[in-house]
């Protein structure tokens, strides 16, 4: 029986040898078409790139810094702008007189003037005839600007006209133009920045550590980031592509090769470690759109102004307040004389629209005010506590125009103390008559961050601290000077707002 199998087995295992053979090369060959399918997509996404970036790198310059220093003036670290190139290595490229042994040498610097590298930057040509969109904080304070760019394949360099076309800036967008003397100039094509979605593949261009056009990839990682400090307001752009000090300045590109965005700032730890991190952020096109066009043409920006500070509702207030959700800005100052206090908008009120438009936040609403031309009237849809629950209530007023930064601070000269984890301002009259407080009785509290001293013992926003460490206190310097008196911790003699009453606490400070 065993021999008369036998053929019937080698026949069978031919058959199973040959279709395992044929279904071997079939794989293979379905392995290469995906590979070759792989290859032809990212040849293809490279080549998206390449003409993207091809597209706006000639419009792309390099911007040089210098400041004046006389024998008589010092020039520190602090000096320097936030990401200037040339801060960590301060003591090899502004301070060569304090080398060597060339005594003569030095005396003859010491008494003469002289220019010292100050900042380095980016800048995007927004018009042929030679004026060019930047960061503010490129050319802010500097004594001679030089633009670099690239006509016919070689390098030119301009000097800007400080005297007859000094930079216009703006210090609230952090942007700022400056004119060259020029002609037929490549301009880029600028994109719709609210079209962009997270996920989506950018390019930055710039001079990061003054190496010329350097372009790097990334993708959007959020929209609509806050600001991240200093006097700016609005929405940011955060990206991973990789930006460096240099970057501030250029453009950040969509694959279309449309610019969508003005890099403004990298996320990092101390001057010295001024690098490339994977978060960065950038002005929307849509931003830069409207103050390029205001300083090209009026030299300055003005905007419609409110004169409140406001804040997020946040997960707690809504919770508390038994809010359906946390849309809207909630106020939490009114400034006296200003178009808010006029129209009769409270603290606590919570501002949800906006001449209609639903506001979902802080950010939002002062992006849509300083949007509105002063002198116009809106309308203000916003919920108001009655004691019981909240009331939609529409009100109307009249825009005002926002003031300088410098006025603005003087405004509300607010006091965030790190080690306590709580921002507290002086009390105004309308303050205080909004939330039921006395003028002259203490510092309000407008913030607590969660899980800080202030929060654990007990600080809630809207407390008004009347006494520390056993000093009546007015105003945010009695505060500052009273709470310098124990470095370990504070006794605070605090009213609250909802109930009027009073309590003593102590805050262990960080």
């Known amino acids: 029986m065993k021999a008369s199998q036998s053929p019937l087995t080698m026949g069978r295992l031919l058959r199973v040898t040959a279709i395992v053979a044929v279904t071997s090369l079939f794989c293979v060959s379905i392995s290469d078409m ?9 040849k293809e996404m490279s080549q998206a790139f390449s003409n993207a970036a091809k597209k706006v790198t000639p419009s792309v310059v390099h911007i040089r810094t210098l400041k004046t220093v006389t024998p008589t003036e010092s020039f520190s670290f602090e000096d320097f702008p936030p990401d200037s190139p040339f801060a960590p290595f301060f003591e090899h490229f502004l301070n060569p007189r304090d080398r060597g042994d060339n005594r003569e040498d030095r005396r003859k610097q010491d008494s003469e003037p002289g220019e010292v590298p100050y900042g380095m930057g980016s800048g995007l040509v927004v018009t042929p005839d030679g004026y060019i969109l930047t960061n503010n904080h490129v050319v802010d304070e500097a004594d001679k600007i030089e633009v670099r760019l690239r006509v016919g394949g070689h390098d030119k360099t301009y000097t800007v006209d400080m005297k007859n076309n000094p930079p216009r800036q703006d210090p609230v967008s952090d942007l700022a133009v400056i004119k060259i003397d020029a002609k037929d100039l490549p301009v ?15 390019i930055a261009i710039g001079n990061p ?21 200093g006097p700016q307001f609005g929405d940011f752009i955060q990206t991973d592509a ?37 978060i960065a952020f950038t002005i929307p096109i849509n931003i830069a759109k409207s103050v390029k066009d205001a300083l090209i043409e009026k030299g300055s920006v003005t905007r419609g102004y409110l ?89 109307q007023v009249t825009i005002g125009t926002r003031p300088s930064n410098e006025e603005v601070a003087e405004v509300s000269a607010p006091l965030t103390s ?10 105004t009259e309308s303050t205080a008559q909004s939330l039921g407080y006395t003028m002259g009785t203490g510092v309000l509290v407008t913030d607590v961050a969660p899980y800080s001293p202030a929060a654990n013992a007990g600080i809630q ?14 105003t945010v310097a009695e505060f500052k000077e009273a709470l310098a008196k124990r470095e370990d911790s504070a006794l605070l003699v605090v009213q609250r707002q909802k109930t009027k ?9 960080k």
Request: charged share 20%; proline share 4%.
């Open 209 to 229: 550590f003054g190496l010329d056009q350097s372009v790097t990839a990334g993708i959007v990682s959020y929209l609509g980031r806050g600001p991240m400090g």
């Open 418 to 427: 790190k080690n306590l984890g709580m921002t507290v301002q002086d009390l």
């Open 242 to 278: 990789a930006i460096n000090p240099g970057n501030s300045g250029g453009p950040l590109v969509d694959l279309d090769g449309k610019v969508v965005g003005i890099n403004a700032a990298i996320a990092t730890g101390s001057p010295f470690e001024r690098s490339y991190a994977g």
């Open 34 to 42: 995906a590979g070759a399918r792989s290859a032809q997509a990212l």
């Open 307 to 395: 004169g409140v500070g406001i804040t997020a509702v946040g997960e707690e207030v809504a919770k508390h307040e038994n809010l359906e959700n946390q849309d809207g800005a909630l106020v939490n100052s009114v400034q006296d004389g200003t178009p808010a206090k006029e129209a009769g908008i409270q603290v606590g009120d919570i501002v949800i629209e906006l001449n209609g438009e639903k506001i979902k936040g802080p950010s939002e609403l002062q992006l849509k005010i300083a949007a509105i031309t002063p002198g116009e009237k809106a309308t203000l849809t916003i919920l108001r506590h009655d004691g019981d629950s909240y009331k939609e209530k529409k009100i």
């Open 188 to 202: 880029p094509e600028l994109g719709d920045s609210d079209q962009l979605e997270v996920g989506e593949w950018v």
């Open 461 to 474: 926003q809207y407390d008004l601290i009347r006494q520390v460490n056993h000093q009546p206190v007015k």
């Open 501 to 509: 009453d009073t309590f003593i606490t102590v805050i262990e400070m």
